[in-house]
């Protein structure tokens, strides 16, 4: 288990509990909504708001600790910030699912922003498609 603490002070946030639970359960669920975070909060918390748990989070994406994985027609995820990959997203059913780069993948991305002079600080590649569940139940 990660010290929670210590990652939310490390980006000048307090480790309030509200703030370590959310984090835990970002973790444990890998990709998960505001509103399934708030279902797992609020029966760990009953007096948490809705409202404290969309003001932490957003609070916590501006700050570097959790990264926002939009998702086509359906509500974002969220995710622990962690090292650069490539999110498979399904546009049936909205899960998500990491996949490393490859050093093909990194070359390129480097040799684009060297020919455009431009500064990468970050990058998030989302990949939409139909994952090998929904393909199944398509098909029966």
Do not use: W
């Amino acid at each position: 288990m990660k010290d929670y603490a210590i990652l939310l002070k490390n980006t000048g946030l307090k480790a309030t509990f509200q703030r370590i639970t959310i984090v835990e359960q970002i973790e444990k669920h890998g990709h998960i909504s505001i509103e399934c975070i708030y279902d797992v909060v609020v029966s760990i918390y009953p007096s948490i708001s809705l409202a404290t748990v969309y003001k932490n989070i957003l609070l916590m994406v501006e700050k570097g600790v959790l990264v926002e994985v939009p998702i086509a027609g359906k509500k974002s995820k969220y995710e622990l910030a962690k090292k650069d990959h490539i999110h498979l997203v399904c546009t049936m059913c909205g899960e998500v699912e990491d996949q490393a780069h490859q050093d093909q993948i990194e070359n390129l991305f480097y040799s684009i922003s060297q020919k455009q002079n431009f500064i990468v600080i970050k990058q998030q590649v989302n990949l939409y498609g139909i994952c090998d569940t929904c393909q199944i139940e398509e098909a029966s």
